[in-house]
């Protein structure tokens, strides 16, 4: 299972060969066992069969490749719509608008998905996350029937892998890793060495070569606001009121 876990690499290009309604139940029976905070399973799964839901759902997304291309394409939404009935039948309802009944339902989303990415590839297959989902998340709400209080947070691919790509190396335990308290004071050395590892991996892999280190790549990531519609989408499906 470690070994499963460190070989961990995203799949982008799947063979043409279908996954079993069964297998795909299996894998979300068994992605639900992840843990739950206060046992609430905030969340729910779109399977977008239909052709034409999945051709936009790819052209919404921006990944048409990788969507139409794989065996499933799923969305993963933060949910708590089914609290709300939950919450009616003993005449009450759910504070959804607060911040942390939101992350309560983005971290369960979360677990679920990496339970389901585990199961997937225990079994031979292969995954991609699509957080392109994000690029267009209100007409993707429309197009997947989704009302107030759910969200959705990222897609998945799904497929029997037709490609092997090379396993990322992550940082340092040592920079994720403290000790009592926060140290800052040894980013510097870890991320000047760090750098000089990813660099190496770029330059060595089989596709996409490039030069450039970790914190260059995030520093051109991070120093830009990206999606800023994102809080005003949340807001009007119900979560961060409070």
Not at 48 to 73: F, Y
Not at 160 to 176: F, S, Y
Not at 188 to 206: F, M, N, W
Request: one cysteine or more.
């Amino acid at each position: 299972m470690l070994e499963l876990l460190k070989s961990h690499a995203s799949v982008r290009k799947y063979k043409n060969e279908p996954i079993r309604d069964e297998t795909l139940h299996e894998l979300i029976a068994t992605a639900q066992h992840a843990a739950s905070s206060h046992f609430v399973q905030a969340y729910s799964i779109v399977d977008v069969t239909d052709s034409n839901k999945r051709d936009k759902l790819a052209e919404l997304s921006k990944n048409p490749v990788q969507i139409k291309g794989a065996a499933r394409a799923l969305v993963f939404c933060a949910d708590l719509k089914r609290l709300d009935y939950a919450a009616q039948k003993h005449g009450k309802t759910v504070e959804a608008g607060t911040t942390e009944n939101f992350m309560v339902a983005v971290i369960d989303t979360a677990l679920l998905a990496q339970n389901f990415v585990v199961a997937a590839e225990a079994k031979g297959y292969g995954i991609c996350y699509i957080g392109g989902v994000r690029n267009n998340p209100e007409p993707i709400s429309e197009l997947l029937g989704l009302p107030d209080h759910v969200i959705p947070l990222f897609g998945l691919t799904l497929g029997v892998p037709d490609e092997a790509n090379e396993v990322k190396p992550r940082l340092p335990v040592e920079a994720v890793l403290h000790t009592n308290e926060y140290n800052e004071a040894k980013y510097e050395e870890l991320l000047t060495a760090y750098d000089d590892v990813i660099r190496t991996y770029y330059a060595k892999r089989s596709t996409n070569n490039k030069s450039a280190g970790w914190t260059e790549g995030m520093a051109d990531y991070l120093s830009k606001p990206r999606r800023e519609y994102m809080l005003d989408f949340v807001k009007s499906k119900g979560f961060l009121q409070k």
